[in-house]
């Protein structure tokens, strides 16, 4: 059961097709090497030599630490002041581009679904895309997934 906190989003205030608009970060070199060193230190994430002889010929950042940021923006861009009850899971990641040192990634979440669960009502569960786009308007990386939601209490 939901406490009696007033959050800005609901379960009710997703609407499929709509979009939220997440804001940027610019990803640097040194971030996406430690990031690497410590969970993902594939030679084309960590060293700088050996990337310039890969198919990416420079440092690109790992596909999880892309995920990693685009979960941060949308923490900070409505799940921290959300009714979100965590997520059963995730359906479909996609690395569609390498994210490079200094790109700046522009994320956005669309809700594609929202039904309310017919067994707990206070709650339901809302299906999103979240897109992270480069400043060239390349799409980076998309993901697919769910999260449950309170429904807004009633007054």
Same mark, same amino acid.
């Given at each position: 059961?939901?406490?009696n906190?007033?959050?800005k989003?609901?379960?009710? %205030?997703f609407i499929?097709?709509?979009?939220?608009?997440l804001g940027?970060?610019? *990803?640097?070199?040194?971030e996406?090497i430690?990031?690497?060193?410590?969970? @993902?230190?594939?030679?084309f994430h960590v060293d700088? *030599?050996a990337?310039?002889e890969?198919?990416?010929?420079?440092?690109?950042?790992?596909g999880?630490? +892309?995920?990693?940021?685009?979960?941060?923006?949308?923490?900070?861009?409505?799940i921290? %002041?959300?009714?979100s009850?965590?997520s059963?899971?995730i @359906?479909n990641i996609?690395? +569609?581009?390498p *994210?490079r040192?200094g %790109? +700046?990634?522009? *994320?956005?979440?669309?809700?594609?679904?929202?039904?309310?669960s +017919?067994s707990?009502p206070? #709650?339901?569960v809302v299906?999103?895309v979240w897109k992270a786009?480069n400043?060239h308007?390349?799409v980076?990386?998309?993901?697919?997934g769910?999260?449950?939601?309170? #429904?807004?209490?009633q @007054?």
């Open positions: 059961m939901m406490t906190k007033r959050f989003w609901y379960f009710e %205030d499929p097709g709509e979009s939220i608009q940027q970060r610019t *990803v640097t070199e040194e996406i430690a990031f690497a060193q410590q969970f @993902d230190p594939q030679t700088k *030599v990337a310039k890969s198919i990416f010929g420079d440092v690109i950042a790992s999880w630490h +892309t995920c990693s940021m685009m979960m941060r923006m949308v923490v900070d861009g409505f921290g %002041d959300s009714s009850m965590g059963p899971g @359906d996609r690395w +569609t581009a *994210v040192p %790109d +700046t990634l522009t *994320v956005t979440a669309e809700t594609t679904g929202a039904k309310a +017919t707990k206070d #709650r339901g299906n999103t786009v400043q308007g390349q980076v990386c998309t993901i697919d769910m999260g449950m939601f309170g #429904r807004r209490p @007054d």
